[in-house]
Nanobody, 116 residues
Framework: QVQLVESGGGFVQPGGSLRLSCAVSGITFSRYTMGWYRQAPGKQRALVARITSDSSTFYADSVKGRFTISRDNAKNTVYLQMNSLKPEDAAVYYC??????????WGQGTQVTVSS
């Protein structure tokens, strides 16, 4: 059974930074492309960034140049370094495989709040 445990969220002022972590178990982590997703109130969950098994990366235009996704296959963990945070980055952040299938379970997510 796949388990995804996100952590590292919190409250920051605009311009601040946070580093999110997602510990993954129940799959052969190193074989999968992993993604970070976010869902703001009233909006659909959307892909923020993804990283392939060989560490090629993709970023949504809204976070390009500010966020960095990385992975540690030895720790079965994917990270999201978020810099220059904006109020519009506030959301619950989730990790999961990419692409996501309808039957993939989600973790509890980690809340990011950006406000002055």
């Amino acid at each position: 059974q796949v388990q995804l445990v996100e952590s590292g969220g919190g409250f920051v002022q605009p311009g601040g930074s946070l580093r999110l972590s997602c510990a993954v178990s129940g799959i052969t982590f190193s074989r999968y492309t992993m993604g970070w997703y976010r869902q703001a109130p009233g909006k659909q969950r959307a892909l923020v960034a993804r990283i392939t098994s060989d560490s090629s990366t993709f970023y949504a235009d809204s976070v390009k140049g500010r966020f960095t996704i990385s992975r540690d296959n030895a720790k079965n963990t994917v990270y999201l370094q978020m810099n220059s945070l904006k109020p519009e980055d506030a959301a619950v952040y989730y990790c999961n495989r990419n692409p996501v299938r309808f039957d993939y379970a989600w973790g509890q997510g980690t809340q990011v709040t950006v406000s002055s």
